[in-house]
């Protein structure tokens, strides 16, 4: 039988998101795979949807899709567009900037970003 093995990030530090006036501790760096995104629940019942791109570099923006209302970003694929690293809802395929949250097909569409701080 062939066992799996699974690449995680380097570096055994946390994961803080910005929350209101504090930094909330959501998760152990070496636990995020880099292109995959995890879904985080907040305090306040909200959501946040946190990705590690290959390079390392840690983003969190909000879990709603803003088109469909489902909690799914963190599901969605991830990508760059002219040099800015993004993710495509799983369900429209709609592309949201991960550093600033502005969706790349609807200028009048986006999601909350929240300041990262990864040890």
């Known amino acids: 039988m062939a066992t799996a093995t699974i690449t995680t990030a380097r570096g055994t530090g ?3 998101l910005a929350h209101g006036e ?3 501790t959501v998760c152990e760096r070496g636990l995020l795979i880099p292109g995959r995104g995890v879904a985080v629940l907040l305090p306040d019942g909200d959501q946040a949807a946190v ?7 840690v983003y969190a923006i909000g879990n709603r ?3 469909t209302g489902a909690y799914v970003l963190s599901r969605g694929l991830l990508g760059s ?3 800015r690293p993004f993710v495509a809802s ?8 991960l550093a600033t949250g502005a969706c790349l097909d609807d200028e009048e569409v986006s999601v909350p ?3 990262v701080r990864a040890d």
């Not at 990705?51 to 570099?57: A, I, K």
């Open 90 to 97: 799983p369900l429209l395929k709609q592309r949201f900037d």
């Open 113 to 115: 970003v929240f300041a």
């Open 81 to 83: 567009a002219g040099g």
């Open 65 to 67: 899709d803003p088109f």
């Open 22 to 24: 504090d930094w909330l």
């Open 14 to 16: 946390s994961v803080r």
């Open 51 to 57: 990705f590690m791109d290959r390079s390392g570099q």
